[in-house]
């Protein structure tokens, strides 16, 4: 009888069941076990070539804390977020105002700020590169002109971050600059009207009305460009590994660090060790915002 | 008064034509060293436009080198991930917005937890689990981890939500299936969200770098993306093939853009409306 019954409502919620498991399946193998996968690899030293995976509890995590490449990665990584998402968000925030306070032609600003947005990120980080050439790039050219000496954009270790950086801060505000003009355009006339009466300057009005009305959107865009910063991988592999015929002069970050020892060392252990440490910072930024956005409400 | 508004927006139009030059030259660069040759790419000082302009790079890019192929593939993976994903967003999203089932609240918390876990925290396993399964170096392979979107699950599930339940009993009522219903009523009334997600999804396929890199070996399988980047590596200093290559793999989305503008923008920026 209770057989007969749960026969019957399965046959009934066929359709449902079934995408249900469907669903589930996929995210079992595509994105549940994998994830579980790396906090299962990250204590256990397994190196692919070896038949066995022994337990070895925290040893990666404190080869971790002496591995002078990861604390490198992790230094260059947050140093690339902490350059990247104030320049990006501020100078968004301006472009979006400037193209909101009535100018002529905004359609067209749109269009062109917007166009890196569109580009492909190898091939956006081809032509700087080319720019950037330290023998006959165009920058190089242009300092020239102004008697300055040539710089080793990419391949000065300290300068090459700063280089990819400005590259994706000229990827990114187009981005910033749509999310920003939603925002803006939200702002409603009335009060910037006003504050204008009241005699308050542009300045004023900015900072005192316009800020605080689209603080969830700076909120948001911090945290996603925040995190995209954390995972920043393509326009470092496509500039500085394996550039200028030299080796070691890529510029190190977290996810090269695991694509490094996963798959050139085959170290899937203490790349999964490297990947949880990717996880956690980006869980806290995650949560961080969470928690910013529920003190709000 | 009304002067110095003028003056004002004078000011404003000059810096924001100084960006536009920020944003437009290295496009203008692209296109102008692909038709220079290799000792115009070189000279100084450099030409801005090509003075004998040579379609010879392009020549070497579409005929003597694998660029057509690597476009192929990267249509081919970013055109049925597409597809998968707007099938299992919209089919995931009509079951959590329209039906009760025995740990629903549980398997949609876990989903969306999952929307901001970078792809690179899990990407060892994946690849153990695809070697296993024997899809190294192949499309499924490529596609599968694609084929799922947490955040087109979340959006769809929105969306569906609003669709009034008066109209889905309606059809049930004039003897239509579940699937009767998710294909007849509720997939053309989510024909907007949808092309935004697909947009969205397409270029974010397209765009994937790091998985093609290390899940595919043999060159005829690459995607333009990863195949150009090889490219630039292996001919680094024949700098006007190069950004032929580069030019040629800009365009596609560079035309599209520009004819579908409004459209494009809201599937772009899709995650930021949320």
Known sequence: MGKNKLVRSLRRNYFCVSVVIFIFVLYLILRFVPIGGTFYLSFHQWDLIKPDRPFVGLDNFRKLTSDFRFREALLNTTIFAGVLVPCSIVLSLLIATAINSGIKFTKIYELIYFIPVVIPMVPASIIWKWMYDPQYGILNYLLSLFNIEPKAWLVDPTLALYSITLVCIWKVLGYNMVIFLVGLRNVPRTYLEAAEIDGASWFQIFIRIVIPLIKPIILYLVVINTIDAFKIFTPVYTMTVGGQGSFGTEVKVIAYEIFQNGFRYFKMGYASAEALILFLIVTVITVVQFGLLRERE | ?274
Not at chain 2, 195 to 210: K, P, Q, S, T, V
């Open chain 2, 1 to 274: 008064m009304k002067k110095t508004v003028r003056a004002q927006n004078v000011i404003i139009h000059i810096i924001m034509i100084f960006g536009s030059i920020w944003m437009l030259f290295p496009l203008l660069w692209v296109f102008s060293t692909s038709f220079k040759t290799l000792e115009e790419a070189i000279a100084v000082p450099p030409t801005i436009l090509p003075a004998q302009p040579t379609l010879n790079n392009y020549y070497v890019v579409l005929f003597e080198s694998s660029f057509v192929r690597f476009f192929l593939n990267s249509i081919l993976v970013a055109a049925v991930s597409t597809l998968l994903v707007l099938l299992t967003s919209s089919l995931a999203g009509f079951i959590f917005a329209k039906y009760k089932f025995w740990g629903k609240s549980l398997l949609f918390l876990l989903i969306v937890a999952t929307t901001s876990i970078p792809f690179e925290t899990y990407m060892s396993p994946l690849y153990l689990i695809f070697r296993d399964l024997g899809l190294v170096d192949t499309y499924s392979g490529l596609i599968a981890p694609l084929a799922i979107s947490s955040f087109g699950i979340f959006f769809m599930r929105q969306n569906i939500l609003s669709i009034p339940d008066e109209l889905l009993d309606a059809a049930k009522i004039d003897g239509c299936s579940d699937f009767r219903v998710y294909s007849n009523v509720i997939l053309p009334l989510s024909r907007s969200p949808m092309a935004a997600l697909g947009i969205y999804n397409f270029m974010f396929a397209w765009g994937f770098f790091i998985w093609p890199l290390i899940l595919i070996n043999s060159e005829r399988k690459l995607t333009l993306e990863v195949g150009l980047a090889m490219y630039a590596q292996r001919k680094m200093m024949d700098y006007g093939a190069v950004m032929a290559g580069a030019a040629f793999s800009i365009l596609p989305s560079l035309i599209v853009f520009l004819i579908l503008r409004e459209r494009f923008v809201e599937g772009m920026t899709l995650t930021g409306f949320k």
